[in-house]
């Protein structure tokens, strides 16, 4: 489908069906190694709130391997395409740490330089599709993304991004992608920033990466 790269990707790409409302692919431009995404069969708006159905494709995902799953929501948060999708990554992200961002969520009380939603998960939350659902559902609220009803859709009414562990959920509003020109996606609120070249390495590096995620965050 012109301008849409989900909509009848290339059959190498395809992993397989997860449910009867997704599909698995892979990122044709993953900058991980082993980098899925998980994408709705008929196009769904990105600023359209996850329901119970992403979430048992998660799941699904979930159960089968240690992952971290993300979701840009919105353009201000990362997102290059409008069709809805969750991307999934494998465990480690860093060989000194699983998911870098922990060593500050592993902490009493849980204190970031940015606005944020977090909650912790019991073991085998995350293969309970329902559970994962009420717990994004109030962590949106307390970060202040209402849901908003329109043309029988729930809309989001403000971007955010949104990680997901088998231990944790965090949920971050966001106010704009770019520092420094340099494009920050979710991943980076687990403690990965991708950039291009020394200079960007450079400028995340003066700012330090926390001062990086409050500039783009509330």
Known sequence: VPGNPFLGPGAPLVVGPVGDAHLAVMNKFSVLREHLLLVTRQFMDQRTLLAERDFAALSECMRQAKVLAFYNGGPEAGASQAHKHVQVVTLPLSPRRSVPMSALLEREPVTLAFRHAFTRLAQGDTGRPEVLLAAYRRLLE??????????????????????????????????????????????????????????????????GPMGVLASVAL
């Not at 231990?167 to 979710?186: A, C, H, K, Q, Y």
């Open 142 to 207: 307390l970060a202040g993304v209402e849901a908003l009803p329109r043309d029988g859709l729930v809309w989001q009414s403000r971007p955010y991004s949104l990680l997901v562990t088998h231990e944790w959920m965090l949920v971050v509003p966001r106010s704009r992608d770019r520092f420094d020109g340099i494009s920050i996606n979710t991943l980076a609120f687990a403690g990965s920033f991708f950039v291009r070249d020394a200079t960007q390495l450079d400028a995340i590096a003066r700012a």
